[in-house]
């Protein structure tokens, strides 16, 4: 479907918006759809646009998800990874660390952190710190060899 709002030679076709293309990403990203992201990537739309609501990135949005695929295809391409989002000031590892922690995501959550990490994504010292014994994620993360693992990993 997202085919037929562009011409053959990659551009919009006169019924689609760039807004559209915009939003027709976002929406792929936060539920992986990997291929609609590859397809948007080749025609152009912008891998570090600050997007509707908070001001995230697609890869925010595919890191909250846990698409391990949407965010390899996204870094493949550049993405950036220390990027923050506009209303809470997080990068798309912090955003995959709440969904992992708060039990949101449904996806490959290790698989992203690790793809996050190997990137050049920035661990916060407080995350694995003894330190901050209020933060549920902190909490969280101490008590999940695994995910320290992947924290770790560079």
């Not at 551009?11 to 609609?36: H, I, N, S």
């Not at 890869?59 to 846990?66: C, D, K, S, V």
């Not at 698989?111 to 209020?134: F, K």
Request: some cysteine.
């Amino acid at each position: 479907m997202v085919r037929t709002f562009f011409t053959p030679d990659g551009r919009l076709t006169e019924k689609a918006t760039e807004q559209q293309m915009k939003d027709g990403y976002t929406w792929a990203c936060e539920f992986g759809r990997t291929g609609v992201v590859d397809f948007l990537l080749q025609r152009g739309i912008d891998i570090a646009a600050k997007l509707r609501h908070q001001g995230q990135t697609g890869l925010h949005w595919a890191a909250l998800g846990g698409h391990g695929d949407t965010v390899r295809v996204l870094l493949q391409h550049h993405a950036p990874v220390n990027v923050k989002d506009d209303e809470f000031g997080t990068t798309p590892l912090a955003w995959a660390l709440y969904a992992w922690s708060s039990g949101d995501s449904h996806g490959s959550d290790y698989d992203v952190v690790e793809q996050l990490v190997a990137a050049g994504a920035i661990v916060e010292e407080r995350w694995l710190s003894d330190a901050e014994p209020l933060s549920p994620v902190a909490t969280k993360i101490r008590g999940d060899a695994r995910m320290k693992d992947a924290l770790q990993k560079r």
